[in-house]
T-cell receptor, first 116, second 116 residues
Framework: AQSVTQLDSHVSVSEGTPVLLRCNYS??????LFWYVQHPNKGLQLLLK??????LVKGINGFEAEFKKSETSFHLTKPSAHMSDAAEYFC??????????????FGQGTTLQVKP | NAGVMQNPRHLVRRRGQEARLRCSPM?????VYWYRQLPEEGLKFMVY????????ESGMPKERFSAEFPKEGPSILRIQQVVRGDSAAYFC??????????????FGEGSWLTVV
């Protein structure tokens, strides 16, 4: 079975400093991995996705993530945080190959706080 | 091209009443997924439907919950005899084909159910 663990439930950074949101996954197959962002009382927006192409994935709003198979990690980074980045972030794995439905499996989420 | 449309956005029900949540997928999408987000948690898969077919309902509670995606009209998630524990955000997502083809699925903005 596939699973995903977000290592920090809450991360606080100052505006203009780097962001690191950590995610480890467990999968018996080559996974598809995603990062979604959710602003308060809003839906989910896809930041980026990894589907076995380049291991360094660039997403929207300056975010990127690196797939490291040896570490089973898919950490999300951004060089410089902006106030508008404050939100809930979800690391997600898709069980593309262990079932025929490809449903998404979500981590517990990381709340990013950006201080002025 | 309108996104995934969910309504109502907010719904309040008394214990024992029925809740109906609607989801209109993006134009051209024939695959619909429902996810539930309990307070302070990530999203959990509930059910995956294609037109007139339930493909995977492994995440649906055994009682009181049902889902349909008729040939015409939106997908409906129905919760009978609601209890306080049903209070959550319910997200619908759609894709043009099953997620197993690595297509990204697109989420609606969610329906927030509050049971009083």
């Amino acid at each position: 079975a596939q699973s995903v663990t977000q290592l920090d439930s809450h991360v606080s950074v100052s505006e203009g400093t780097p962001v690191l949101l950590r995610c480890n996954y467990s999968s018996s197959y080559s996974p598809s991995l995603f990062w979604y962002v959710q602003h308060p009382n809003k839906g989910l927006q896809l930041l980026l996705k990894y589907t076995s192409a380049a291991t360094l994935v660039k997403g929207i709003n300056g975010f990127e993530a690196e797939f490291k198979k040896s570490e089973t990690s898919f950490h999300l980074t951004k060089p410089s945080a902006h106030m508008s980045d404050a939100a809930e972030y979800f690391c997600v794995v898709s069980d593309l190959f262990s079932s025929n439905t490809g449903k998404l499996i979500f981590g517990q989420g990381t709340t990013l706080q950006v201080k002025p | 091209n309108a996104g995934v449309m969910q309504n109502p956005r907010h719904l309040v029900r008394r214990r024992g009443q029925e809740a109906r949540l609607r989801c209109s997928p993006m134009k051209g999408h024939s695959h619909v997924y429902w996810y539930r987000q309990l307070p302070e948690e990530g999203l959990k898969f509930m059910v995956y439907l294609q037109k007139e077919n339930i493909i995977d309902e492994s995440g649906m509670p055994k009682e009181r919950f049902s889902a349909e995606f008729p040939k015409e009209g939106p997908s409906i998630l129905r919760i009978q005899q609601v209890v306080r524990g049903d209070s959550a955000a319910y997200f619908c997502a759609s894709s043009p084909r099953g997620q197993m083809t690595t297509n990204t699925i697109y989420f609606g903005e969610g329906s927030w159910l509050t049971v009083v």
